[in-house]
């Protein structure tokens, strides 16, 4: 059953994927930016986004310059100072002038990483429409992200097919939020894998 699915999905994307599997970096059939997810949910999201909408990301990357364009602002937290050079340069080059990443180096062992976001909106006065985990600590940081969110707000936690992650479903059931799962594969990937998004 699932074979169809990844064979349908390779089929239906096939240049994007090839390039991004040859390439390393997740990108559609002309080469343009997309977010590192399943093609479901991609194809979902990109009609969802608005210009009024506010983001936060746990990891920044490909779907922070696809989303950039789509939204009001973006404010992202990365751990890894390589890549946030690399991110640094490719938000340059596409003049891309409404994404602030707030660095953090030590973001395994630092508290203040999954408070990130409501922290954030704490200080700013700021909440969130949308607020993506693709990165450390997952649990805690979609815990901790709750008060940052708006009320009609979304938490989007990636790579949700994994067997560990089943506590964050029952967290979540157990705080009576409504989820709905996106299964597919992603830019250069083979194997079938889950993005779920969560709101009250």
Known sequence: MLLPLIQSQLN??????RKSFMEGFSQDDNGAPLPWMTYTFVDY???????DDVIFEFGCGASTLFFAPKVKKIVAVESNEMW??????????ANIT???IIFMADGF????????????ARIHEQKFDFIFIDSLKRFECLKRSIPA??????LVLDDSERKSYKKIFKFFEDKEFK???????APGQFYLKNTTMFWK
């Open 84 to 93: 946030l050079r690399i991110m640094q340069m490719k938000l340059k080059e």
């Open 109 to 120: 062992i630092n508290k203040d990483y999954e408070y990130s976001a409501k922290n954030y």
């Open 149 to 154: 969110l708006k009320d009609d707000g979304f």
């Open 12 to 17: 239906q994307y096939k240049i994007g994927w």
């Open 98 to 100: 409404n994404v602030e």
């Open 179 to 185: 989820k709905q799962d996106f299964f597919g594969i």
């Open 45 to 51: 999201i990109s009609q969802k986004l608005t210009k």
